[in-house]
Structure formats: C-alpha cells, structure tokens
C-alpha cells in the first residue's frame, strides 16, 4: 500500500501573483540598500523632497519603500488561492493605472507629490498596471481553460 501525500499545484495565476509579490518584495527591500539606491542620503519618509532614486532612475521615499514591501506581502497572502491571486493582480493593477494618472496631473514639485513619482515612476506605474491586470486575466482564463479541459472531476 503506497502512502501519497496529496500534491498541491499551483494555478497559473497563483505562479503569476506570487512571482510579482516578490519583485515587489525585491523593490521595497532595494529601496534601502545605499548603491542600489543613489543619493541614498536624501532618502527622506515621504515628499518630493526625497531625491533617493531607486537604480537612479526611479524616485522613492521611506514610504514608497514600505508600500512596495507591504504590497508584496499582501500579493503572497493572496496567491494562497486562485480567486485571491487574480483579484490581486487585477485590482493591483487597477490601483497601479490610479497612482499613473495620479502622476500625471500632479504637479512633481508641489506638495501633491507625497508618494512621490516621477516620470520615470509614471512609465513603470503604466505597464505594471496594464501588465497585472493582464496576468490576472490572461492566467485565470488559462486556469479555467485547463481545468475544463481535464473534464469534470477529474482536478
């Protein structure tokens, strides 16, 4: 008699929202290495005074790291299921296309720029959201397409 242990696989839209939590996780911990981010010395907790440039392009704040690294543990917890998973990337994704037109009608030198962003941020915050929200559509339909195709019952 063969003991299996019953093995758990991993839909693809739960690879998808585990592998962008972690960039995200990457990021905000990156934040607040000195050399990844350049003029790490003016690296304040929020503002557009803070000059930090994550890889010297990309303005971050004490803030936007803690967003990014709390974003991250919010896209692990949620990839513990399929439906969690596509709601994060597609609702993260909806929030990510906000903060790009958030970036776009802000004055970048005014106290509207908390985050703060610049247009660097507002490129990347463009094709993260378009990105997720095709994860989360793209990957949970190929979820759905696999399951049919297995027929009932059978997974």
Known sequence: MSATSP????????VAAAVVAVVFLLVGVLGFVPG?????????FAGHDSMAMLLGVFMVSV??????LLFGIAGLAAARTARGARLFLVAGGV???VLWLYGLLIDHGSDANFVPVNTADNWLH????VGMIALGLLTARASANSRAARGPGLG
Do not use: K
């Open 95 to 97: 929030v990510y296309l």
């Open 63 to 68: 803030l936007h790291n803690i967003v990014h």
């Open 126 to 129: 463009l094709g993260l959201g």
């Open 36 to 44: 990844i981010t350049t003029d790490y010395d003016r690296l304040s």
């Open 7 to 14: 093995t758990r696989t991993r839909t693809p839209v739960q």
